[in-house]
């Protein structure tokens, strides 16, 4: 199989080789959920488990809180292109740097970050092929070494039209030319009390919509 853009996707044999590149920077964007008895879930971060054993040299980036709007009711909302920039630029990254993105799921929280980047302007990032679990499962090194990527100069170029709202979303929806799709897995949409009319869903794991904003003690 051929992709289209190769680039956005790099192989473990790829990061094995590259870890010691001063140019290159490896971030975990692990965020784990556990379910409610009364339905959604409460989102843990993965700093925790990223701190316990990691790609070495990987620094961390927290969607349950750095890099999520903190003003917001609701987790995991894009936050401002002045917080994006302080995040990213704490983590080493700015202009003439390569970032990999990885997470513990599928990958959904590495995807997710990806297009936060794109969305500022950022387009030398990918994603690792298979992730924690394609890396440990090959017997690839681990480390529980701290981040030690120097600080950079991040400068965003927001791209307004990657993101909608929801007045935009709920004109369109029915409409021609639009297929709103959910980011589910098929269990967790049939779950959903109220699913989004037209939407289709898609297979990347057990989240759903309907989880509550819960932010990590300390």
Same mark, same amino acid.
């Given at each position: 199989?051929?992709?289209?853009?190769?680039?956005?996707? %790099?192989?473990?044999?790829?990061? =094995?080789?590259?870890?010691?590149?001063? #140019? *290159?920077?490896? *971030?975990?964007?692990?965020?784990?959920?556990?379910?409610?008895?009364?339905? &959604?879930?409460? #989102?843990?971060?993965? $700093?925790?488990? /990223?701190? =316990? +054993?990691?790609?070495?040299?990987?620094?961390?980036?927290? *969607?349950?809180?750095?890099?999520?709007?903190? !003003?917001?009711?609701?987790?995991?909302?894009?936050?401002?292109?002045?917080?994006? =920039?302080?995040?990213?630029?704490?983590? +080493?990254?700015?202009?003439?740097?390569?970032?990999?993105?990885?997470?513990?799921? %599928?990958?959904?929280?590495? #995807?997710?970050? /990806?297009?936060?980047?794109?969305?500022? +302007?950022?387009?030398?990032?990918?994603? *690792?092929?298979?992730? /924690?679990?394609?890396?440990? @499962?090959? &017997?690839?090194?681990?480390?529980?070494?701290?981040?030690?990527?120097?600080?950079?100069?991040?400068?965003? $170029?927001?791209?307004?039209? @990657?993101?909608?709202?929801?007045?935009?979303? @709920?004109?369109?929806?029915?409409?021609?030319?639009?297929?709103?799709? =959910?980011?589910? !897995?098929?269990?967790?949409? !049939?779950?959903? $009390?109220?699913?989004?009319?037209?939407?289709?869903?898609?297979?990347?794991?057990?989240?759903?919509?309907?989880?509550? $904003?819960?932010?990590?003690?300390?």
């Amino acid at each position: 199989m051929s992709w289209a853009n190769p680039h956005y996707l %790099v192989e473990t044999d790829w990061l =094995a080789a590259n870890l010691e590149d001063p #140019a *290159l920077r490896v *971030l975990e964007c692990t965020t784990i959920l556990h379910p409610r008895p009364d339905g &959604g879930y409460k #989102a843990e971060s993965g $700093r925790a488990t /990223w701190a =316990a +054993g990691h790609i070495p040299r990987s620094g961390f980036a927290d *969607l349950t809180d750095d890099l999520c709007d903190r !003003s917001a009711s609701w987790l995991y909302m894009m936050p401002s292109a002045e917080q994006m =920039a302080t995040a990213m630029a704490r983590l +080493g990254v700015g202009d003439g740097v390569r970032v990999v993105l990885y997470d513990r799921a %599928v990958n959904m929280w590495a #995807a997710r970050v /990806w297009w936060m980047l794109r969305a500022v +302007g950022f387009d030398h990032a990918a994603v *690792l092929n298979g992730g /924690w679990k394609k890396w440990t @499962l090959e &017997g690839r090194p681990t480390s529980t070494a701290p981040c030690a990527y120097p600080p950079a100069g991040f400068v965003t $170029r927001p791209r307004p039209e @990657l993101f909608v709202g929801k007045d935009a979303v @709920l004109a369109r929806t029915g409409g021609p030319g639009a297929s709103p799709a =959910a980011a589910t !897995s098929r269990r967790a949409s !049939s779950s959903i $009390r109220r699913p989004m009319p037209t939407s289709h869903p898609t297979c990347c794991g057990g989240t759903s919509p309907t989880r509550e $904003r819960s932010r990590p003690a300390g």
